[in-house]
């Protein structure tokens, strides 16, 4: 295994952010990989054991099978055109990606290693064959809407908690704390960003077009970059989440909602539907400190906010249960 350096000027940094909303095809690439390994299963175990029966149910496997998983390997080369660039839609993405350059299809579809039987289907795509394009934005398609628009909300709701946490981080410590705690193997020593464990050792020169950093629900531990350097830099990360309170497809909280009894703790729990340190819901909701703090604590122990603290702030985030409840007291 090797390591990823990306290297940033200030100029870099200074032009760095933060995607504003989840990609739907990051997230489609990042969730057919954890199709592919035990690796985080339990972190996503209900969504593994519901979108198996989901998959299962509309004939789908086939689909993932002959055409999903052999363009999007493991731990491999997988396609910069299955992702192509600053998406906040779905039908956007797929058509980006449905007008791709058919010389680039056919270059990137030749770096796939091992195609794992599926020489034919990824021929027709190097070929530039329009319908096997068209092909590949249906399967797509149909795999989002069984396997990822259920769970949009819980999608939402972790790169929203990510974004603001980032943006807390930068307005205390400066713009390089964008930078921090990208993943467990993430190491930033300015100017220099290390990615260890990738697949290979490799440099990244940003030269002052800067980075977006794109927070995935399904990414995990390992942050992704565009193979091809001339693309617009991007790193697709792991958004941060109480996965063991909030794993996706496992909303079922209601036997600890017990303690939360009252208008004012439900105005804490809106408060926190964008992550929010104490002394913010404080303000949102026009209470003491102290009554901010005591409301989040009992909210943290009926599992609707997770707590995490950075350095001399604490940063309250809304767990899936959470947002469930919320949206049912709409």
Known sequence: MGTLSIHFT???VARTRVARRPDPLWEIVCSLHRLQTRRGYAAYEGWHRQVRLDLGRHNMTGLLRSTLLPISPLGR?????????????????IDMLQHTDAARVSEEIRMIPDPAGADVW???????????????????????????????????????????????????HGAGHLLDDLGPRCEW???VLQIHGYPMDRDMHLDG??????????????PIALANPELPPMLVYPAHRQREAAAVGTPDGSRRLGP????????????????????EISRRVGISPATAS????????????????????VLHQMTAIGRALLEESV
């Open 189 to 191: 020593n300015a100017p």
């Open 294 to 313: 005591h409301h989040a604590t009992v909210l943290r122990e009926a599992g609707l906010i997770t707590s995490r603290r950075h350095a001399n702030l």
């Open 10 to 12: 200030s100029e870099d």
């Open 77 to 93: 080369y997988f396609p910069d055109f299955l992702t192509p660039g600053d998406v906040t839609t779905l039908d956007q993405g």
């Open 209 to 222: 077009r800067g980075l977006l950093l794109v927070p995935s629900y399904f990414c995990w531990q390992d």
């Open 122 to 172: 990824l021929d027709d795509l190097a070929s530039g064959r329009p319908q096997a394009m068209h092909a590949l934005g249906d399967g797509m398609r149909r795999y989002f809407e069984v396997a990822i628009a259920p769970y949009w909300t819980e999608i939402s709701g972790a790169v929203a908690d990510d974004r603001a946490l980032r943006g807390t981080m930068m307005l205390d």
């Open 260 to 279: 939360l009894i009252g208008a004012t703790r439900l105005e804490v729990l809106r408060a926190v539907s964008v992550a929010a340190t104490t002394g």
